[in-house]
């Protein structure tokens, strides 16, 4: 082909050549929004986490976003353990006390009846509650508030014992209590001596407040308070429960940021090698976890957690079911 003629060919493509080259300034936007980048879910207690428990929350079905459950590391405190915590943002998280002065249910029991996540079993009790249940600013039953070495001669002793309570302020604490005769409860920042046979009163063995709270459970001992592990079991004379023994437990306690813990320990031999733990190894775990203040709740073939009605520990009652208690502690 001759040069001109390529000209004349090159000069007929230039328009379309430069449409090519434009910008495109009229072409509308892409009409699609980019998707999202998946993002992981935020851990609510990473301190917790950092310690080897693992949030098992999945496990049990939906649960609020202010309570989040967790598994031991396989040892806590030297032994093999079998343990569980939930974990309630007091900010949302509602505490409650269910339970009366007489009679006795099973923890799935109270649970179908108020559908609490969290079911924990509360105090000691015989036939009825021998601790506190305080619930809507009102005292359900109170302390027990006698003992004796023999029941006929003497001598009777009158020991403060551990309740934990959310206050009117809605600050929370671990305390000792007394109900007076006159039905008046007092709150004490210190136990009685050891085998006390002095009757409590709003001057001994502490100066006494009048308790003003909104719900509360009773226990014992109290673990920790203020920061400082107490581990109160012999001025509580707390013999029945075997304080220093391995054993199954329960407790419930608060942390700086307002962190609601409730603790549960398997033991009994329900897994091989578990045994479970002393009062002393529990103080220490709800110290590590964070916790001010805390006390132990009853223990043993009591000792079960539920959530979302179902159970996390293997319960070691002889009846190879929950036991049936007086007092539960509810999360939701």
């Known amino acids: ?13 230039l328009p ?27 851990e609510a207690n990473p301190d917790i986490v950092n310690l080897g428990w693992t949030n098992v929350k999945d496990i049990y079905g939906t649960l609020p976003e202010h309570i989040n459950v967790y598994k031991s590391p396989e040892t806590l405190e030297g032994k093999k353990a079998i343990a569980y915590i939930a974990v309630g943002n007091m900010s949302k998280a509602t505490f409650g006390v269910l339970g009366e002065k007489t009679g006795l249910k099973k923890p799935k029991e109270f649970y179908e009846e108020n559908n609490s996540t969290i079911v924990i079993n509360g105090g000691f009790f015989y036939e009825g509650s021998l601790s506190l249940i305080w619930r809507n600013g009102e005292m359900v039953c109170k302390n027990n508030d006698v003992t004796a070495e023999d029941w006929t001669n003497g001598p009777f002793w009158y020991p403060v014992l551990a309740a934990f309570c959310e206050m009117n302020d809605g600050s929370f604490k671990s305390m000792w209590t007394y109900t007076t005769l006159s039905n008046v409860t007092y709150w004490y920042s210190e136990p009685s001596p050891v085998k006390s046979e002095t009757t409590p009163d709003e001057d001994f ?27 109160t079991y012999e001025e509580e004379i707390l013999s029945d429960i075997g304080a220093t023994v391995n054993r199954p437990r329960s407790a419930i306690g608060i942390t ?15 897994t091989t090698g578990v045994a479970g733990m002393t009062t ?26 539920l959530v979302n009605g179902q159970k996390t520990i293997k319960t070691s009652d002889s009846s190879g079911d929950e036991r049936s208690v007086a007092s539960v502690v509810t999360l939701k």
């Open 16 to 42: 379309f050549f430069i449409a090519c080259g434009d910008d495109n300034t009229d072409i509308p936007d892409w009409p699609w929004a980019e998707p999202e980048t998946p993002t992981e879910p935020v």
């Open 280 to 305: 002393e190894n529990v103080a220490n775990i709800m110290k590590t976890l964070g916790c001010t203040d805390a006390i132990n709740l009853d223990g043993g073939g009591s000792s079960c957690m």
């Open 205 to 231: 063995p502490s100066t006494g407040t009048v308790l003003n709270a909104k719900t509360g459970i009773g226990g014992g001992p109290v673990l920790l308070l203020d920061g400082n592990i107490k581990n």
């Open 1 to 13: 082909m001759s040069t001109k003629k390529k000209m004349s060919w090159l000069l007929l493509l």
């Open 256 to 270: 700086n940021d307002k962190k609601m813990i409730l603790f549960v320990c398997e033991g009994d031999g329900m």
